[in-house]
């Protein structure tokens, strides 16, 4: 049984660019939810994404968005990088109502 | 906001020992509390707890809420190297803000041999 796949494993960008992360749900699950972790922090919850459409957004700005597609994958996509974003970004996914989240193994971002 | 905040930050043990992580919490329209192991990306799922008292429990480690203080701890008997990992706590909420989960800070546990 496949978990959470997110691609890529990292990536580097410079300042103004636009990145986007993809995430593949575990069988089975329809909600994906993605998080931002700085180096020593816990998780920030950026947004979920149930029936292709954005259902929660955390405090973050509208340079982040999202999609899902109709086979529950997702993206991220982040718009004018700063050095801030820097971060290790996670896919959760989750089964509606459930509260369960699995996490992928994340993908690294540097932005310089 | 919710909040929720783990102590101690950090914590160093030899195998062997039992170690009490904490959690607190203030989160409007609780539903669930969450408890995560990170090594070294993937937060892996341990434990999900929605009812006071009843101690969840998975080999040597088990946890307990206390919705009433507002609260759950995470124990770990006979530690061992294996353990060593930021253990993450985590609540979900109802209501309006239904499905997302607010994270702790974790707690860094370093089991030396």
């Known amino acids: 049984d496949a978990g959470v796949t997110q691609s890529p494993t990292h990536l580097i960008k410079t300042r103004g660019q636009q990145v986007t992360l993809r995430c593949s749900p575990k069988s089975g699950h329809d909600t994906v939810s993605w998080y931002q972790q700085a180096l020593g922090q816990g998780p920030q919850f950026i947004f979920q994404y149930y029936e292709e459409e954005e259902r929660q957004r955390g405090n973050f700005p509208d340079r982040f968005s999202g999609h899902q597609f109709p086979n529950y994958s997702s993206e991220l996509n982040v718009n004018a990088l700063l050095l801030g974003d820097s971060a290790l970004y996670l896919c959760?996914?989750?089964?509606?109502?459930?509260?369960?989240?699995?996490f992928g193994p994340g993908t690294r971002l540097t932005v310089l | 906001e919710d909040k929720v905040v783990q102590s101690p930050l950090s914590l160093v043990v030899h195998e062997g020992d039992t170690v009490t992580l904490n959690c607190s919490y203030e989160v409007t329209n609780f539903r669930s509390l969450l408890w995560y192991k990170q090594e070294k990306k993937a937060p892996t799922f341990l434990f999900m707890l929605t009812s006071s008292g009843i101690e969840k429990k998975s080999g040597r480690l088990s946890s307990i809420l206390d919705k009433k203080e507002l609260f759950s701890i995470l124990n770990i008997t006979a530690t061992q190297t294996g353990d060593s990992a930021v253990y993450l706590c985590?609540?979900?909420?109802?209501?309006?803000?239904?499905?997302?989960?607010?994270f702790g800070q974790g707690t860094i546990l370093t089991v030396h041999p």
């Open positions: 985590a609540v979900g909420a109802g209501g309006t803000s239904y499905g997302k989960l607010t």
């Open positions: 959760a996914s989750s089964s509606y109502p459930l509260d369960t989240q699995y």
